[in-house]
């Protein structure tokens, strides 16, 4: 989780919102990504679905069930239902999304929590909060001067 908050860090140096995500397997980290919805000119490029697709091209891996994902945000819609269909085993993430809601002071919800347990198909399990004040503090810094999207 650590690397996934400092991710989000670096999103921010390199010109992204600030959200990072690592996939972890057997203890060992085999990809991290950091959000590129700026510099890469794609508005689906969030950090958990960046790395969902480039540890696909990697590997041709596609069912992630032995594999966790850490993330500095809980995720969104898109990237929930990514994981459902990658078949991920775990979710661990920091910030969830009524805290980054409620730091654009806007309506939000349970995303991954909406999406996981509305799947027919598969469920990763989940674990919350992990590191949130750390992650909390970065969006915080981050939205204050920016605008989401």
């Not at 060992?28 to 697709?53: F, K, Q, W």
Request: glycine residues 8%; charged residues 25%; negative net charge.
């Amino acid at each position: 989780m650590k690397k996934a908050v400092e991710l989000s860090s670096l999103a921010v140096e390199h010109g992204n919102e600030p959200f990072g995500a690592v996939l972890v397997k057997d203890g060992e980290t085999v990809l991290t990504n950091e959000n590129g919805i700026y510099t890469e000119c794609d508005p689906t490029s969030h950090a958990e679905m960046g790395l969902i697709r480039k540890y696909r091209e990697l590997t041709g891996i596609t069912d992630l069930s032995d594999y966790t994902l850490y993330s500095s945000c809980e995720p969104c819609f898109m990237c929930s239902g990514a994981m459902v269909w990658s078949k991920l085993g775990r979710l661990v993430y920091a910030a969830s999304n009524k805290d980054l809601s409620d730091i654009l002071q806007e309506n939000g919800s349970e995303c991954s929590k909406l999406v996981f347990d509305n799947s027919p198909f598969h469920r990763p399990k989940v674990t919350s909060g992990v590191m949130r004040d750390e992650a909390v503090k970065i969006l915080k810094d981050y939205f204050s001067q920016n605008a989401k999207g």
